[in-house]
């Protein structure tokens, strides 16, 4: 990023993690607290300026997108306070995932549940609705109980169950459409352990075992490697213990050299030469082997993840998943595609939140990537008709081509959360191109 500095104010080009998104905010601003979030709102209403806040930029839809105020959160860090008899910490809205799970396992808590990346801030991990894998444990989001929100006339707004409860139902999955995130409230718990067991396995086998597997493990998950039978697993339960983490060496062989540094030899090498995938899939997928592992959560459900990618995922009713994933990898074969990224499938317990994926309904997801570079237009299509035939939400902060009329359609609660937009931003300081697709005027 370049920019030219002025105070707390830059002005700058702004790009995501992908390089799919660029904004020419007309300025930057960085407050350091919530009294100067709420100087910056009125100050962009009173010159005609949109609004919007950025996390880290892990979104790959221009969600962030402006051509106003562009607010970041980097001097909003931090955790606030901890109450250990209700269970909860309150954390600044720019504090990096990964920075509060390393605070809170030094405090001997954690997340009941967590994604699988954890750069994104905690604003915009919650706000695009990241979510983890579980069979009773949700999305980070519905961790939340409670947050403050600077709306569009510069007032701050602190919701939860008991206070402006109406708010809080859509504020916990806002988009960005309902105010600025300060601050946020989470469960936490006491620090557990979790054992991990990765498992090659056949893919007509996890598809016969698939509700098997989801029943009888607290967190289950899967990869598919296109262009191959062949799927990895991996199947996460919390364990008395002791601790037993990867071996140094065997971990950075794993995580390091197979999943990112190989695997980024062999994207770069398809990418050039697409006819060399499948035989590279075919390798790929037999590199990893079995193993378990015992460890603090948050070395467990996360990893590093070093390969740029592009992203779309789909939730799906949970019941429909193994259908719709043998329609995709049918139409992979009889296509002249070549994927050189492994699809991920996950699953989420329905939970009670107005724009959550989850909303309503168990679910389980289908996530399809391609390397940063490749073309992914032919491939994110055939992909997003096979999940829209079955009734899929896409992922708010990740590409897809669904408008306000097929959400509104896909969400029974689409009206109550646009209602919630028109009392609280009537001029849609807060709005951007995508929201105008996505919720419409």
Known sequence: MTGIRTGTTTRNTWRNWAGTVTAE??????????????????????????????????????????????????????????????????????????????????????????????????????????????????????????????????????????????????????????????????????????????????????????????????????????????????????????????????GWIEDELLSNGAFQVACSLGRAVPATIPALARVASRALSARTYTDIPHKVFTSPRRVRFVEMEYALPREAVVGALREVKAMVERSPLKISFPAEIRTAPADDIALSTASGRETAYIAVHLYRGTPHRSYFTAVERIMTAHGGRPHWGKIHTRDAAYLAEAYPRFGEFTALRDRLDPDRLFGNDYLRRVLGD
């Open 25 to 250: 905010p007309a300025r930057t601003v960085s407050p350091a607290s919530v009294a100067e979030v709420a100087a910056a709102v009125r100050a962009a209403a009173e010159d005609g300026l949109r609004v919007k806040a950025v996390g880290t930029g892990h979104s790959f839809t221009s969600t962030a997108a402006t051509d106003g105020v562009l607010i970041r959160p980097d001097l909003l860090t931090g955790i606030e306070r901890i109450d250990r008899a209700a269970g909860t910490v309150t954390v600044a809205a720019g504090t990096p995932l990964k920075r509060l799970n390393a605070a809170l396992a030094r405090e001997g808590l954690s997340l009941t549940n967590m994604g699988d990346i954890t750069e994104q801030t905690v604003a915009g991990a919650t706000s695009t609705g990241t979510h983890g894998t579980g069979r009773d444990s949700a999305s980070i989001a519905a961790q939340i109980r409670a947050l403050e929100l600077v709306t569009a006339d510069g007032s701050v707004l602190r919701c939860s169950a008991e206070e402006n409860p109406d708010v809080f139902a859509a504020a916990r999955i806002g988009l960005g459409a309902l105010g600025v995130v300060t601050a946020i409230t989470f469960a936490v718990e006491p620090v557990f352990l979790l054992t991990a067991r990765e498992e090659p396995m056949a893919f007509d086998r996890v598809m016969a075992e698939f509700d098997q597997h989801v029943a009888e493990n607290e967190h289950f998950e899967f990869y598919w490697f296109p262009h191959t039978g062949n799927c990895n697993t991996k199947r996460n339960n919390r364990s008395a213990g002791p601790a037993a983490p990867p071996g140094r060496i065997g």
